[in-house]
């Protein structure tokens, strides 16, 4: 009798893990292999492996769709910058066709799985380029990123904020797509380059490999001011410091600062889902990801800066003005792990 109980729950397990296998999800990511990519590839990758599901992937996505199909139920997982979530909530920038009433009731649809970061600002050149601090981009042609999103509206005010000077009276730029990011800077088109990147960078690494370049710190006291706080603790922001030394680049990279620390302001973002996920496919993949996240941190050189299993409020972007929750099953998870969500994280 003991031998068929042991079988007959063995059995049932091994049904059960098929079962939940078999459970198919969708999920919206964008291209190459940038944080939000490889997070959700991760993710993808962890929950098939434990027998949680399988998710039907598809890459190349604009994360504003992304945002607003899981908001209306049409794709089960997806990316979200924490900036999107707080527009959407108040029906502007790119939601503002939807108006405020609706963009509220489609954010209160979203709940996150976990943060992660997307990026810090970085403003970095070519030392052939004689940029010499982030005076030096007057009269220059810089690279500040896309032809539109938060990321162009950002680089922009960390300039006003440093120097006071506004793109196209004190300095030019040029935006083109990720893709050509980094041959417009290899290529000399431009001088310097302003965009959030994950250290140690893709692109720096590249440009490195061709020359000597340097990336510069925000400058510790503009930094530390009243103003350029309250812009990184804006929905979407948060600020950063790195040890120099964990940015993880070689000799022919210079990190210039008042002293051993790297400052700026990160993206905050967030792997989303819709509230009416069930409570334990929630759970589910949250402890999934979570049981590999050692293993997500050393997956490249820089997801270990990406603020991978951060929960803290400030850190993560969550709480105050940003009205993004953690999934209930989430939640669960994350504790079941020993880890503490903040009362203002949740729904």
Known sequence: ???????????????????????NLTAETTA??????????????????????????????TLTNVVLNVAEGRTDIGNAPLLLVFLLSHGRGPFSSLGEEQGAALASNLRALYPYNLGAYSFYAFDSKRID?????????IFNGPPQGGALTGARQLVQLVTG???GSGYTA????????????????VDAAIAPESHPSQRITAMAAAGRVTLYSTPREVWE????????????????????????????????????????????GAEIVNASMEFETARALTAAYIAGLDAFRGR???TGNMGLGELDARLSGFCGPNPLRYHPGAIAAWEEAGYTVPDCARP
């Open 1 to 23: 009798m003991r031998l068929l109980t042991t079988a007959l729950a063995f059995g049932a397990a091994l049904f059960a893990q098929s079962a939940a296998a078999q459970l």
């Open 32 to 61: 190459g292999g940038g944080p939000p990519g490889l997070s959700m590839l991760n993710l993808a990758e962890v929950a098939q492996a434990a027998g949680v599901a399988n998710l039907q992937l598809q890459t190349g996505q």
């Open 133 to 141: 601090g982030w005076g030096g981009i007057a009269g220059h042609m």
């Open 165 to 167: 000077m506004a793109e």
């Open 174 to 189: 040029m935006q083109v797509n990720w893709g050509q990011a980094e041959g417009v800077i290899l290529g000399g088109t």
């Open 225 to 268: 001011s009243e103003a350029f706080q309250r812009w990184a603790n804006s929905p979407g922001n948060a600020p950063v410091t790195f040890a120099i030394s964990a940015l993880g680049y070689g000799d022919n990279v210079t990190v210039v600062s008042e002293d051993d620390q790297w400052r700026s302001v990160n993206i905050t």
């Open 300 to 302: 490249t050189p820089f």
